[in-house]
């Protein structure tokens, strides 16, 4: 990610194409591939010599202008049509891929819910 002089001569050369193109260019995106606009326009004010002050609501960015973003609340609940759903920042922490297949068991002392790898045949792996 450009900052200073580097993102404001850029960003200068770049002004005739559309704001996501520019802080693409200046390497403003996420690992997602998301352009993080906020980061960009954050830094294009620093680099100009204004100082903002930290903010300090849900993805308090500081004043360094590099935030966590979302953050897993590692919380759920049942929607209206009786599915549960977990996303993709538990998915991504347990290490599961796209694909994957599970059985779903349910751990009758805890009332925890298991998922057991399955093999290509479906049975479940030890």
Known sequence: ???G???LDK???LSNRPEDQIARACGYVGPS???LKKNFYRALVAAK???LPSSGGA???GASGVGKGRQAEFRTRVHGNGNLLIGQ???RRMGLEPGQEFRIEIHK???SIWLLPLDGAGNALP
Do not use: F
């Open 49 to 51: 010599g204004y100082t």
């Open 109 to 111: 002392e805890t009332g």
């Open 5 to 7: 002089q580097a993102l």
């Open 33 to 35: 591939g998301r352009v």
């Open 89 to 91: 920042a538990y998915t």
């Open 1 to 3: 990610m450009l900052e």
């Open 11 to 13: 960003a200068r050369s």
């Open 59 to 61: 993805g308090g960015s």
